[in-house]
């Protein structure tokens, strides 16, 4: 049996004797009430060489990249500008004393106007100059079901566990390379 509803002086009379509890605010977030204590840290002790080497490629450019990376980031006193500490690959060394207002410009476009005063130039081993050469190679592609198994089978006379494996290896880059075309 359906329930009847309450007429409009009945749900008034209802909810004046209903006590209403008012909405509950959701909690701060936690990055408000670290703020000031962020801001607080970053004015005294400022930003090290991490941050700048994360976007070091972005700052200066590809080819600068290559053969830099900054080292140490060296607070200045009485408000004066820091210093930062590049370190450099032996050639290089030139080219970035010929471009250290380029890239004081660039970099205190990152950090802040007047947040580095001037460059110190070190020689040394660069260690994100080059990716990884395992990262430029590509998978190749797969070889088809029929071609896999023909392989298989012509290779399964071979007792020698190692040496089938290798002929199997052998047999897919020689198949890749003739674009899976009959011998």
């Known amino acids: ?4 509803l309450p007429t409009a002086s009945e749900a008034a009379d209802i909810l004046s004797r209903k006590r209403t509890r008012p909405a509950r605010r959701p909690p701060r977030a936690a990055g408000a009430r670290l703020n000031r ?22 700052i200066v450019g590809e080819t600068l990249a ?4 900054p080292a140490k980031l060296s607070k200045g006193r009485a408000g004066v500008g820091a210093i ?3 370190k450099v690959e032996g050639p290089a060394a030139a080219v970035v004393q010929h471009q250290a ?8 476009l990152f950090l802040g106007e007047g947040a580095v005063e001037r460059l110190r130039v070190v020689q040394g081993i660069v260690r994100t100059a080059r990716p990884a050469p395992a990262l430029r190679r590509r998978r ?5 079901a029929a071609k896999e198994a023909e392989l298989a089978a012509n290779t399964s006379a071979v007792e020698d566990e190692g040496l089938r494996a290798a002929l199997v290896r052998l047999g897919r880059e020689v198949l890749r390379r003739q674009g899976g075309a009959e011998h």
Not at 1 to 4: F, G, Q, V
Not at 66 to 69: C, F, G, L, P
């Open 140 to 144: 190749p592609a797969p070889l088809d």
């Open 37 to 58: 204590f962020v801001r607080d840290l970053d004015a005294r002790f400022g930003r090290g060489p991490e941050t700048l080497k994360a976007r070091w490629r972005e």
């Open 84 to 86: 930062l500490e590049l």
């Open 101 to 108: 207002p380029d890239i004081l410009a660039r970099v205190n």
């Open 1 to 4: 049996m359906p329930r009847r």
């Open 66 to 69: 290559r053969h830099t990376e």
